[in-house]
């Protein structure tokens, strides 16, 4: 199913089904196969942000199985995934903070409970944090570090005016708060909140938001069955203790008037700002409030019927957009006649639909537009962002606006997107990629026969367009068999040739420009194709000899597990995080004196690929043995002999190394090392895996 939104001059005509089952509204997306619910089920969360003129998304891969930071593509209204992953936990849910003034991005991953559980231990909450290069346009991993060790219901995280990031949650009938220090990445010791009020019942929940430009805040559920029912609310200001909040006081109160749901904004202003609430009540009378808008106003709380009992709201955002002055609320009603299920009102879900406000005269009718329907099935769960739009403020000038949602019967995501605000916004790239370096060179003599073609690009690309197709070599009129694989570490297509190249023979590579041709994340295509020729080494004259040495010993470290010993593993694992390094030993001894004419190593990897660059480095020290190297004990890495990757599962590979680097090393014993700066690990064979995928040393020497 498929819907576009139709943009004409003057702004947004409204959603216009194309191909589309009658009925449906918003964009169908990628599939989340894998996972259960991806946007998160509890309304304090987000998953979306606004960066560099771009939306993005923290949304679930199927093919890798992990959650990956996608690129929003705008004027096609799709997503891109960049590869970058943020958890590898299918049953995870997440909130995702962007710090436009420190650059960073934050990721907070935690195992839910449902409805009514407690709080279980021994599962790890951790916040990853990613820098971002404005240029090549992509995120880095900076950091991952623990914020507790609970399964809970739902985790939200915010950053005040010192740098810190405080995060609460509810355990043990208590509401829970922690905070890093002022590097906004070590963790300090959970604590509960001082009040007696934080005392809750197990279906409680809490969300954080910083406010004021000096404070944090937290507001709270409590359903306990009495008159101490609500919604509360506590701040702390910056630079205080720890634990010095301030007393409690209910934003709205009384049996049934509060429920776990709640989604908060912050709005700066000359009369030092304003927070806003979208929260849903426990009433059950058809005309009393279900969802409402509160209102903090200095120290006073009002109190803003969005929906009520018969309209059979659930799961409730809102949204500021700044430059129309309006408060935008999103959440699932029944669905409109016309669809399958039209107006069942059932916790499964339905359809997205939006009411709005005047920030001056808060006042929402009973009027709501949908904004993301799919005709055969229930949507819900939406989800978006923690900034405010169209702000410049925020770092959120001419965004317009975002929300996701999921279709939990078919697995997959749906969007609505209104770029109608403002100019530009949220993935306007109009300007072409470039080839920026190639490997082998332009003319290049003398290249290895065993050498894979590599071409670097300005910015990162889509990498369903680099292909085997659109990245060819041939030697004349005469295709090489070759696959090829991109990677958005760096920008890299690889072409690795099928077989060795045929020596002294001139090869012409290929990169296919044009609208058949490559294409960056935007859509936008390579001007024109990219040609370059070079030639292979001539054959060795004299005799020589082709020696093949399997490893004698082959093991990896972690550092997720610092004193464990792989050596028996049949996997040997490069990752950045955990760090993992895999070292490999070679007996040279019988080739003292000889003439190093190539080297390369043959690798063949395991059950996981990856997008990555891998550094095959050479190891001074020789004595760790197979048995005994852990991440404590194991020996330095220094130069560089060659690289591997991107790579598949299950493949073969031949890594040319250096000569220079390895003449040293005949006669005596040969320690090498790999490792990377990817966080998208490489499964390797080990020896243990059998003679055929063991990795092996080929030499050529003369006699």
Excluded at 314 to 328: F, G, Y
Excluded at 511 to 516: A, P, T
Excluded at 541 to 558: H, K, L, N, R, W
């Amino acid at each position: 199913m498929l819907a576009a939104l139709l943009l004409v001059p003057g702004g947004l005509v409204g959603p216009v089904v194309a191909s589309a089952d009658p009925g449906d509204v918003g964009v169908e997306g990628p599939s989340h196969s894998g996972t259960g619910t991806p946007t998160g089920s509890k309304r304090a969360t987000s998953g979306l942000w606004f960066n560099d003129g771009i939306w993005w998304g923290n949304l679930w891969d199927t093919a890798s199985s992990d959650f990956h930071i996608f690129r929003f593509n705008g004027p096609t209204s799709s997503w891109v995934d960049t590869r970058v992953a943020t958890d590898t936990r299918a049953n995870t849910h997440h909130d995702v903070l962007w710090d436009d003034k420190a650059k960073t991005l934050y990721v907070a991953s935690y195992r839910f409970v449902n409805d009514g559980l407690p709080a279980e231990p021994n599962f790890p909450t951790t916040m990853r944090s990613y820098s971002y290069n404005s240029s090549t346009k992509t995120y880095t991993l900076l950091s991952s570090t623990q914020i507790n060790n609970q399964r809970v219901e739902a985790l939200t995280i915010d950053k005040d005016s010192t740098g810190r990031v405080w995060a609460t949650w509810q355990q043990g009938n208590r509401i829970y708060l922690n905070v890093t220090g002022t590097d906004g990445r070590t963790w300090g010791t959970p604590f509960p909140h001082p009040a007696s009020s934080s005392n809750v019942s197990v279906d409680d929940t809490s969300a954080v938001i910083a406010f004021d430009g000096n404070k944090m805040g937290v507001m709270w559920s409590r359903q306990v069955g009495d008159a101490t029912d609500g919604m509360y609310w506590s701040y702390h200001v910056d630079g205080a203790s720890d634990t010095a909040w301030t007393a409690p006081v209910t934003a709205v109160s009384g049996q049934r008037s509060g429920d776990d749901h709640m989604n908060l904004k912050w709005l700066d202003s000359a009369s030092n700002g304003l927070v806003f609430a979208a929260i849903k009540t426990s009433f059950t009378s058809s005309s009393q409030p279900l969802i409402q808008l509160l209102k903090l106003s200095g120290t006073t709380w009002s109190v803003h019927t969005i929906a009520t009992v018969a309209e059979c709201p659930n799961r409730v955002i809102v949204l500021i957009d700044e430059s129309t002055q309006r408060l935008r609320t999103f959440a699932t009603y029944p669905k409109s006649s016309g669809t399958t299920n039209a107006g069942v009102c059932t916790s499964s879900g339905g359809a997205i639909y939006e009411k709005s406000s005047p920030l001056s005269n808060i006042s929402f009718t009973t009027t709501k537009t949908a904004r993301i329907v799919d005709a055969d099935q229930y949507v819900h769960n939406v989800t978006s962002t923690k900034q405010n739009l169209n702000s410049a403020a925020r770092g959120t000038a001419s965004s317009g606006l975002l929300v996701l949602a999921d279709v939990n019967a078919t697995s997959r995501y749906w969007h609505y997107y209104d770029p109608s605000v403002g100019s530009g916004g949220g993935g306007g790239d109009t300007t072409a990629p470039t080839v920026t370096a190639t490997s082998p060179a332009a003319g290049v003599t003398g290249v290895a026969v065993t050498a894979n073609v590599t071409g670097t690009f300005s910015e990162p690309m889509n990498a369903a367009t680099v292909t085997s197709s659109t990245f060819t070599l041939k030697a004349g009129t005469t295709a090489v068999p070759a696959a090829v694989m991109y990677s958005s570490t760096g920008n890299v297509a690889t072409l690795n040739p099928g077989a060795d190249l045929a020596p002294g023979t001139t090869y012409t590579a290929t990169i296919k420009g044009g609208s058949g041709g490559v294409k960056d994340v935007a859509g936008n295509p390579l001007a024109s194709d990219r040609t370059w020729t070079f030639t292979t080494a001539a054959a060795a004259g004299g005799t020589s000899e082709t020696v093949t040495i399997p490893a004698t010993a082959d093991s990896y470290v972690s550092s997720g597990a610092t004193t464990t010993n792989y050596g028996t593993s049949t996997m040997l694992g490069v990752d950045s995080s955990p760090l993992e390094v895999t070292y490999l030993k070679f007996n040279l001894s019988a080739y003292a004196g000889r003439t190093l004419e190539s080297a390369t190593l043959q690798l063949r990897s395991a059950g996981s690929g990856s997008t990555g660059m891998q550094n095959v480095k050479l190891v001074a020290v020789d004595s760790w043995t197979e048995p005994a190297i852990t991440y404590d004990n194991k020996p330095a890495l220094s130069t560089s002999v060659g690289t591997l990757g991107p790579t598949a599962t299950n493949t073969n590979y031949s890594v040319p190394l250096t000569i220079s680097g390895l003449t040293g090393e005949l006669g005596q014993q040969l320690s090498l090392g790999i490792d990377s700066s990817s966080s998208d690990g490489l499964d390797l064979n080990s020896k243990e895996a059998g003679s055929t995928a063991a990795p092996k040393l080929v030499l050529t020497l003369k006699k």
